[in-house]
């Protein structure tokens, strides 16, 4: 029987455990806090938690880390003691660390030794966790330089009403489900001001087209971006207000600030981070992301919605 461990009592880490643990993989889920764990299982659950993070890693085949992108460095610090050479190693966030721009397989390979870092690989797709844990059926896509590595993380997660598929394309598969979130963003701006759905998928065109160009630049596939962890992400992430990133975006239409938002989200909106590390990345590499260039200033230079409007409606205008 397969071992697993996730790092990371979040939404998406209390999903993936129960969706392995109910098809009889062996999953213990590591969590911060004491008290976190034994009110886990204290509930009926699939899988076993612990605080311990030597217990959560013992004998594990998979390691699964479930957490937000900025916190992904740390926690791969804490457990990295720990990781043997069997281990195969996963990134299951969508994120770019903001302060060194870095994809999160190169966040885990730049911490851990260097005769683990040919077992990383990352998950990435649409899946909306809260669709998943329902029992829904969902696709995701497994990646990693070697698609050898990247077939036997899929024998082990292998389970019904999940279907994985694999790719050596690690680059286009982990920018593809964090570029989205932009845009995203910018699909909740639209339906928040009200504009329609013909102006968002206008938008949400438009809008993948250039950050696909600036996923080129950095050196993924193009073919990546219209497949299942890209183009299938990004329609199931603007499609509907269960996304963090498009209910961030929808907010901000309404008035809201930033601040205010971000205190009464429980998760992080992935998006904002993106945003930022997108809009620095275009720039050293001499690439235009209009688009994306409207949704950073109204993030980070307080544009006022109602600019933004006009300047999405011009866009839609004259885009070419």
């Not at 730049?110 to 797709?125: D, F, K, T, W």
């Not at 910018?186 to 013909?198: E, F, R, S």
Request: proline share 3%; hydrophobic share 45%; aromatic share 6%.
């Amino acid at each position: 029987m397969p071992q697993v461990a996730i790092i990371g009592n979040s939404t998406w880490g209390n999903t993936l455990a129960a969706l392995l643990g109910d098809n009889g993989t062996l999953v213990r889920l590591w969590t911060r806090g004491e008290s976190e764990a034994k009110e886990l299982n204290q509930e009926t659950h699939s899988y076993f938690s612990t605080h311990n993070i030597k217990e959560a890693l013992d004998k594990a085949d998979l390691v699964i880390w479930a957490v937000p992108s900025q916190k992904l460095r740390q926690n791969v610090i804490l457990a990295k003691s720990y990781l043997t050479k069997p281990m195969l190693l996963m990134s299951a966030a969508k994120g770019l660390e903001v302060d060194t721009e870095k994809r999160m397989s190169q966040v885990i390979a730049e911490e851990i030794p260097p005769n683990l870092r040919e077992q990383i690989c990352v998950l990435s797709g649409p899946n909306l966790a809260k669709e998943i844990a329902r029992g829904l059926p969902a696709a995701s896509v497994i990646a990693s330089h070697d698609i050898t590595i990247a077939e036997k993380a899929r024998a082990v997660m292998k389970c019904a009403n999940f279907a994985l598929f694999t790719s050596d394309d690690i680059i286009g598969v982990e920018l593809g489900g964090t570029l989205k979130n932009i845009v995203a963003l910018g699909a909740g701006i639209v339906d928040g001001l009200g504009l329609g759905d013909n102006a968002k998928a206008a938008f949400t065109t438009w809008g993948w087209t250039e950050l696909v160009s600036l996923g080129v630049a950095l050196g993924g596939k193009t073919n990546t971006f219209y497949d299942l962890a890209g183009l299938g992400d990004l329609i199931a992430t603007c499609a509907t207000n269960v996304s963090r990133n498009h209910y961030l975006g929808y907010e901000l239409a309404k008035g809201r600030l930033l601040s205010e938002i971000h205190a009464s989200m429980s998760q992080v909106a992935e998006g904002v981070y993106t945003t930022r590390v997108a809009h620095r990345l275009a720039q050293e590499h001499g690439v235009k992301l209009p688009i994306t260039d409207i949704i950073y200033n109204i993030l980070f230079h307080d544009l006022p919605i109602e600019k933004a409007k006009i300047g999405f409606q011009r866009m839609i205008e004259s885009y070419h």
